[in-house]
């Protein structure tokens, strides 16, 4: 596992994934598979491999979906 691999994922989710939910649920949502292959491409910018990441933190695109959910679901929360 790779610890360089994680903190760079977790400070790219941070800056890139916002908290907004899709307006019309009756389509796919792109939205993590669009942030896995540009949190892909930066890490490679980086320096780091696929599998560097892959073995570190798994599948990119089902961590977008959960870093989604998390960042909507705090906002619900601090609006409640």
Known sequence: MSQRAIDFVN???AENVDA???TDMA???RR???LAARCAAD???AGMTESEIKDGLGDLEIL???A???A???KESKQA
């Open 20 to 22: 907004t939910r899709p």
């Open 11 to 13: 400070n790219w989710i």
């Open 32 to 34: 993590p598979k669009q």
């Open 27 to 29: 389509h796919h949502d």
């Open 72 to 74: 909507a679901l705090a």
């Open 68 to 70: 989604i959910d998390r």
């Open 43 to 45: 890490a490679e910018a």
């Open 64 to 66: 977008m979906i959960t």
